[in-house]
C-alpha cells in the first residue's frame, strides 16, 4: 500500500511569487490534513478535510492560503503571494474514516521564500 | 486548547545507552497521545500511540511510553540506543472534542555517540 505522499519535495520561490503544494494520501482515507512548520517552532495544523468538505481551518495563517481537495482524492495548497514567513515545511497527513485513528504523513514540502 | 511541552530540545547520548525524552501535555479530558519520529530526509512515522487502557505503551523499533495521568506526562524510552536512533522525535496529542487535529511539541533532536 502506498503512504502518503506530496509532491514537490522542496520549492523554491520568490516573494510575491505562486506556488502549489500537492497531497495524495492514503488510497480509502477520508481525512486529509495539512500541517506545516516553520523554521524553529513546532508543527502546527492547518486544516482538515473530510472527503471533499473542509471540516476545520481554524489553523489557515490568513487568505493568501487556498487549500482544495476536489473530489475527495488528492488536495492542493496554494499560496499566493508568498511572503517570507511562508517558508517552511509543509506537511500532509491522512487517516482513515471512521473513529480517531493515527494520522499517516507524508514527507513534506520543503518551501523556501527568498 | 491543548498544549504540549518538550522540555528538551537537544538530547545527546551514547549508543547502547538508555534514552529518555520527556512529553507533557494540557488537556481537560483524556487526549489521545502519540510519539512520532523524523529521521533525516524522511516524513513524521509514528512510534506508538495511548488511546487508552494501559498506560504502557510498546512501540516499534524497541521504544516504549508510559502514560501519567496525573503528572500529565507521556514520556518516551528506550533501554539501549543504536545510532539509526538519530532523529527528531515529536510528542503529539489529539482529541475527538478538538477535531481530531493533533497539536505538537516543539520536538526533541536525538544526537547518537559512537
Known amino acids: 500500500e502506498a503512504g502518503v505522499t506530496q509532491f514537490p519535495s522542496h520549492s523554491v520561490i520568490e516573494k510575491g511569487q505562486t506556488v502549489t503544494l500537492r497531497c495524495d494520501p492514503i488510497s480509502g482515507h477520508d481525512n486529509l490534513y495539512w500541517y506545516r512548520r516553520v523554521m524553529g517552532k513546532e508543527i502546527k495544523f492547518l486544516l482538515h478535510?473530510?472527503?471533499?468538505?473542509?471540516?476545520?481551518e481554524s489553523g489557515m495563517p490568513n487568505n493568501r492560503f487556498l487549500a482544495e481537495r476536489t473530489g475527495g482524492t488528492y488536495s492542493t495548497l496554494k499560496v499566493q503571494p508568498a511572503e517570507l514567513e511562508d517558508s517552511g515545511v509543509y506537511f500532509c497527513a491522512s487517516s482513515q474514516d471512521r473513529g480517531f485513528y493515527e494520522q499517516y504523513f507524508g514527507p513534506g514540502t520543503r518551501l523556501t521564500v527568498t | 486548547a491543548q498544549s504540549v511541552t518538550q522540555p528538551d530540545i537537544h538530547i545527546t547520548v551514547s549508543e547502547g545507552a538508555s534514552l529518555e525524552l520527556r512529553c507533557n501535555y494540557s488537556?481537560?479530558?483524556?487526549?489521545?497521545l502519540f510519539w512520532y519520529v523524523q529521521s533525516p530526509g524522511q516524513g513524521l512515522q509514528l512510534l506508538l500511540k495511548?488511546?487508552?487502557?494501559?498506560?504502557l505503551v510498546q512501540g516499534i523499533k524497541g521504544f516504549e511510553a508510559e502514560f501519567k495521568r496525573s503528572q500529565s506526562s507521556f514520556n518516551l524510552r528506550k533501554p539501549s540506543v543504536h545510532w539509526s536512533d538519530a532523529a527528531e522525535y515529536f510528542c503529539a496529542v489529539g482529541a475527538k472534542a478538538a477535531g481530531n487535529k493533533l497539536t505538537f511539541g516543539g520536538g526533541t533532536r536525538v544526537l547518537v555517540k559512537p
Open positions: 495511548y488511546f487508552s487502557g494501559d498506560t
Open positions: 478535510f473530510v472527503k471533499e468538505s473542509k471540516q476545520d
Open positions: 488537556y481537560g479530558a483524556t487526549p489521545y
